[in-house]
């Protein structure tokens, strides 16, 4: 039994799946343009790293063609039920469930051309053995590729308001959860040392108003996890009012502009 402090924080529902499925879109391009620097070929099996309900999976399997496989390794159930039923809706049969998290499964060792993991390590209790594992079933000059925070350049413009407070009570959130807020930072000296070398090393973001999807991508994150990290004692309710009303103040305003967090996207591959 996981203690309270390692459950994944963001929980598992029908809201963050449909969240899930909107951040993919605002992302896609991004995540597109970080997979065509990869080398992807067709026929490559490919381990999709907590991947939710599978959109990125689903983006991969059209990569490696019906020659390749895609794995989604995942500890939802609710969100593996949506994986298989896309793939039988479809017909992919080249796409495995496997109910999991890393740190629990068991993996042969290298197994893997490629595996991906999009906001996963930033939550993990144990970055170091997440790697560990993923490493060993990655095969010898496969590529280890991960997108995840460093958690700083969050911006609500015109600044000076409760909402400056945000990117301190996130990181507290993420941290309260087992995470780290700065993983990405960390990443380059954490592949160093499982003999992984870093080919791929750049910051993404995306900033825009009201209407832009990152600021209703934004949008849908806060206006549920603000009383959420207020019931969980990370801030207090009076400033997550007051943080909140700041957000839908600027929601308000066509001429503010929202920048979003840091992720930092990273390949390495295993010598
Ligand atoms: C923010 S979601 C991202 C989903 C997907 N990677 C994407 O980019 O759309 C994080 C996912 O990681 C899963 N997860 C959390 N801890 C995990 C772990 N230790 N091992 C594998 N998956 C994990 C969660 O269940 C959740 O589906």
């Given at each position: 039994m996981k203690k309270k402090s390692e459950e994944y924080i963001l929980g598992i529902s029908e809201y963050e799946l449909e969240r899930l499925r909107f951040q993919h879109g605002v992302w896609k391009g991004i995540t597109e343009g970080f997979f065509d620097k990869l080398g992807i070929k067709e026929g490559w099996k490919v381990l999709d790293v907590?991947?939710?309900?599978?959109f990125a999976a689903f983006d991969l399997r059209q990569r490696v063609g019906s020659t390749g496989a895609i794995t989604a390794l995942e500890p939802s159930e609710m969100y593996l039920d949506y994986f298989r039923g896309e793939c039988f809706k479809n017909n992919w049969n080249n796409m495995h469930a496997v109910l999991g998290t890393v740190e629990d499964s068991e993996f042969l060792d290298n197994q893997y051309d490629m595996i991906f993991a999009r906001w996963v390590i930033a939550f993990v209790p144990d970055p170091g053995l997440f790697l560990e594992k993923l490493t060993r079933t990655l095969k010898p000059g496969g590529v280890l590729a991960i997108m995840d925070y460093a958690?700083?350049?969050l911006l609500l413009y015109p600044?000076?308001?409760?909402?400056?407070?945000m990117a301190e009570t996130v990181r507290s959130y993420w941290r309260h959860g087992?995470?780290?807020?700065?993983i990405g930072a960390k990443l380059p000296k954490m592949f160093k040392e499982r003999n992984l070398s870093v080919f791929e090393y750049y910051p993404v973001g995306q900033c825009g108003g009201p209407d832009s999807g990152v600021f209703r991508w934004a949008d849908k994150f806060f206006t549920v996890h603000v009383q959420q990290m207020v019931d969980m004692g990370i801030t207090t309710q009076e400033l997550g009012d007051e943080m909140l009303k700041d957000w839908v103040d600027h929601r308000n305003d066509p001429d503010s502009v929202f920048f979003s967090p840091t992720i930092a996207n990273i390949a390495g591959k295993k010598n």
């Open positions: 907590g991947s939710g309900p599978g958690y700083e350049g600044n000076g308001g409760a909402f400056d407070k087992g995470g780290d807020p700065y």
